[in-house]
């Protein structure tokens, strides 16, 4: 006598929805490299300080001149607007980029 093997629904009918998960890449990574991807490779400009013609760092919010209050970690440089009553700091990085002369309004 012959026996039919017992079949349920579950073992026959293609299960949906346990489809193995898809894996994405690490939170952060970018398949385009930087710059094309709408983010320019040029450094913003420098508009919160400027040089002044006598050699002192001007704050070009108010025109002033800022008070050298010393480096942190020989990284930033800090400095402090009197007239603005404002912290303004600055990464050592940047100076070579800080423009000479007021800003062009
Ligand atoms: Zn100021």
């Known amino acids: 006598m012959a026996v039919a093997p017992i079949t349920t629904q ?3 009918a293609p299960v949906r ?3 193995t998960p898809r894996r994405r890449g690490r939170p952060g990574t970018r398949r385009t490299p930087r710059g094309q991807d ?7 400009p420098i508009v919160t300080v ?3 013609t006598d050699g002192e760092l001007h704050h070009a919010w108010c025109g002033q001149a800022l008070e050298f209050h010393g480096t942190r970690a020989g ?3 800090d400095f402090f607007c009197l007239y603005c009553v404002e912290h303004v700091t600055l990464p050592n990085s940047i ?4 423009p000479v002369g007021p800003p062009l309004v």
């Open 10 to 12: 579950e073992s026959e």
């Open 17 to 19: 929805g346990e489809a």
């Open 38 to 44: 709408g983010n320019p490779h040029e450094n913003p």
């Open 50 to 52: 400027y040089f002044h």
């Open 75 to 77: 990284l930033e440089i």
């Open 95 to 98: 100076l070579s980029r800080i």
